[in-house]
């Protein structure tokens, strides 16, 4: 092996994966950790025509697998995106060898016979047996890898953060990663495996938290809170409180909340948002004209009928001239054509007909509805100041909006299960049912007086899933009446004059962002926010240092390390610092460090490894891999302890 | 899924996982790692998570986020004020379900 070989370095994190050389200083490879397999249906739809006939049938391409940045809509897929993570750990192989395949045909492999450099590849912490069994397999028998090396990411940026400042024995290391948090103990440059602790909150866990909260305060955006928009909020604009009890309670306060509130605008086209701002009024104008073009519709098609009609009667007449002219051989041939029998039913249909042609005509003499009586604004009554009479009225109103709103809801719930009404329901149900039952075992029917009271009716309103309501249009009419009223006499009965009204659609689709910024990567402090028993960041770095004797946690102290990409929160450095002076003893000292590049830092220091002289002694090879088994690698400072797995 | 032929890699060798290989969970792996009677001192990736909380979790307002002295005990949501009690009268029973399973607290009936 010559010392020249190129190595590839790929830090193989759960949320991104970077790859690059090591003559190059920055990972000419970054792409989220994710791959997605577009279904078939979708396919078909994207190239029509082609689909069909014997072109495709020849080539028959399996579907077609997007990984990382050639997935161009995430948001698009959201639900189809797969990883091979789960947690920090690789658990699905099939993806893993689909990322394998795109890292290596994406780093100019493709005409090459088999990967023929070393690489370097970074693991989770304490990562199981199984999965760097299964990981060696895929690389050396399947890709061919000459040797490579596995290294934790928090170690290799500690390595990072080292050689750029200096050797440091003794530090404690939080690592803040996408789905776990890592407190890591390092005494002398060793890794205190045993007393590593690991809190199983990460940036995923923050975003989704986000996501789910900003869904439930805001059901109407369902769909347009995505988690693309979420993780943008949280990386741009959530900051971790230094005190976190203190700024909650400023948030109470109305003027902070007015002062602080970062407003969000969601996409928002004012054709389609129109639909829904119509008043009750327009609706009702809507519903008339369609009533309208129904009624016209009907009168068609009842002239057309009554034209048929007549013409029918004048034949049939005119058979029946026949008969009375003594023309008995031609009446019989007519009667025959027009599958009549006889003379007495030729008079039921003449009849008929001519029943049927008066009555149509009657109904459309009588059919213009007497108009619309007309429309007189309400007066106050006698004796009444108008603005009180207003404000009645306008109480009036909400009242019937509130309990139309209410009526919706209990249907809405009645349709779901497990609601208290639905339930409700069933137990109504159920007694009846009993009561019926009870009735045929005793055989004679006993009267339980069911129906004594008209009351006992209204159990079937209840039951009623559609809950009619039937009182609901006399109260929609009503509440158009008020309406009109209002708007007569008080021009800014609602949110104002239509002036207005666009902006305040606009309004709508704001999501306020408040005490979400600081709420949501609190859960890394206190995981009992998202019903995780876990103890917090806190009190996990009181718990691991409790494990080392006094000289030895102040040993670690003095160089407490932040890296990954969650420890890029605004507040974090402080926020620690608090904690860390709450927990140790009076006068001590601590400090804290950042890393320079919080999401490059593991990928750096693996770079700084491939390049030292002694890199070739740490590569497990293949020759190594044939000996020692699958599951096997060479140990050095940034790596995971080998535990061979029990023979038994 | 087999059937498919993989795209041809030229760097690739033909290599597949035995079948029952390509995915096992976490959990699976964890108990396979207890069955192995490792040494008690040994670290797993099961044995470094993090211990379960020593203090009394606090309470905060499932929605406004507020420090929330109240349950409502209908809903079980936790409240702050009154405003907030007011809104909850007219949350549909799925915000609220939302809400509690946020927090981790699902009730006996699913």
Known sequence: MTAKERVLIIDNGSYECRVGWNDISVPELRFRNVLTKPRKDRKKDNQPGIGDGATTMGNETPAEIQVGNDITNIEAVRAHLKSPFERNVITNWNHQEQILDYIFSKMGFEAEPNIGN?????????????????????????????????????????????????????????????????????????????????????????????????????PVHLNAITISRMEKLVHEHCHIAIDYKEELLKWAHVDYYDAQIMKIQLPYNPVTATNA????????????????????????????????????????????????????????????????????????????????????????????????????????????????????LREKR???????????????????????????????????????????????EEDDGFGMNDDDWDVYKRINRHNDDSDSDAESEQLIEYEKILNHYDANIDEGGAASKALTAAENYQLHFGVEAIRVPEVLFQPSMIGSSEAGLAELIAFVLKFFTASEQQRMVEHVYLTGGCAQFRGLKERLAKELLELRPFQSHFAIFESDNHTLGAWLGALVQANESSFNEILTTRQDYEEHGCEYFKEHNASNIYYPTPKD | MDSLPKPRRSFKKPF???????????????????????????????????????????????????????????????????????????????????????????????
């Open chain 1, 277 to 392: 701002l119509l008043t009750a009024e327009q609706k009702q104008e809507k519903r008339r004209e369609l009533a309208m073009r129904l009624l016209e519709m009907k009168n068609r098609r009842e002239n057309e009928k009554l034209q048929e009609d007549e013409q029918q009667l004048q034949l049939l007449k005119k058979l029946r001239q026949l008969y009375e002219q003594q023309k008995e051989q031609k009446f019989e041939r007519a009667l025959e054509q027009q599958q009549i029998e006889n003379l007495e039913e030729l008079d039921k249909l003449i009849s008929t007909v001519s029943g049927r042609i008066t009555r149509i005509k009657e109904r459309a003499v009588s059919s213009p509805r007497p108009n619309k009586q007309v429309d007189k604004m309400a007066k106050p009554p006698e004796g009444m100041d108008q603005a009180q009479w207003l404000s009645e």
């Open chain 2, 16 to 110: 597949a996982f035995p079948k029952n290989c390509t995915y096992r969970p976490l959990r699976q792996i964890n108990n396979m790692e207890r069955n192995l009677k490792l040494p008690a001192d040994q670290p797993t990736y099961f044995t470094i998570k993090a211990p379960p909380s020593l203090l009394p979790a606090k309470k905060y307002s499932d929605i406004s986020g507020l420090p929330a002295p109240y349950v409502d005990p209908h809903s079980k949501l936790r409240y702050s004020n009154s405003d907030e009690y007011a809104s909850m009268q007219h949350m549909p029973s799925d915000i609220i379900n939302g809400y509690l399973t946020l927090r981790g607290h699902t009730s006996a009936v699913g």
């Open chain 1, 398 to 444: 909400e009242e019937l909006i509130r309990r139309k709103q209410a009526r919706q809801q209990k249907r809405q719930e009645l349709a779901k299960r497990h609601t208290l009404a639905a339930q409700e329901r069933m137990r109504i149900i159920s007694t009846l049912a009993r009561c019926e039952k009870r009735r045929k075992a005793n055989g004679d």
């Open chain 1, 118 to 218: 070393p690489i370097v590849f970074t693991e989770a912490l304490a990562n199981p047996n199984v999965c760097r069994q299964q990981m060696n397999e895929l690389l050396f028998e399947c890709y061919g890898v000459p040797s490579l090396t596995y290294g934790i990411d928090a170690l290799y940026s500690w390595h990072h953060f080292q050689h750029e400042r200096g050797k440091v024995a003794d530090a404690l290391i939080i690592s803040f990663g996408y789905s776990t948090t890592h407190v890591i103990p390092v005494l002398d440059g060793k890794l205190q495996m045993q007393h590593v602790r690991r809190l199983n909150v990460g940036g995923y866990h923050i975003i989704t938290f986000l996501f789910r909260l900003m869904q439930m305060k805001y």
